[in-house]
Nanobody, 128 residues
Framework: QAQLVESGGGLVQPGGSLRLSCAGS????????VGWFRRAPGKEREAVAC????????YAADSVKGRFAISRDRAQNTVYLQMNSLRPEDTGDYYC?????????????????????WGQGTQVTVSS
């Protein structure tokens, strides 16, 4: 059964770093745009960052730009989200998702309704 498996969440102090991993099991992530999304307590799920299936171009939400970076390791069939300078407002459940990009630019692609396959999520808590 094809699925996405996230890992790497946990508890970290403000200013710290975490790296989340999204591994594809049963399907090849090379053919999909992959995004990271999060749901903070009491809020809607929002896009964090996405990476193109075409050229590796990336998009990051303004709230994380300069602090978070998405990358792809094709050999490992895995997409990463490197999170630096974490803040308490980054706390939430983080999900990766895969979707068919078609010909859309990655910044247009990066919305929840464009993604069909979702992982189970991993929790990130930023607190002192």
């Amino acid at each position: 059964q094809a699925q996405l498996v996230e890992s790497g969440g946990g508890l970290v102090q403000p200013g710290g770093s975490l790296r989340l991993s999204c591994a594809g099991s049963g399907f090849n992530l090379d053919y999909y745009a992959v995004g990271w999304f999060r749901r903070a307590p009491g809020k809607e799920r929002e896009a964090v960052a996405c990476i193109s299936s075409f050229d590796g171009s990336t998009y990051a939400a303004d709230s994380v730009k300069g602090r978070f970076a998405i990358s792809r390791d094709r050999a490992q069939n895995t997409v990463y989200l490197q999170m630096n300078s974490l803040r308490p407002e980054d706390t939430g459940d983080y999900y990766c998702a895969a979707g068919s990009q078609l010909r859309r630019p990655v910044q247009t692609m990066c919305a929840t309704y464009n993604f069909n396959d979702w992982g189970q999520g991993t929790q990130v808590t930023v607190s002192s």
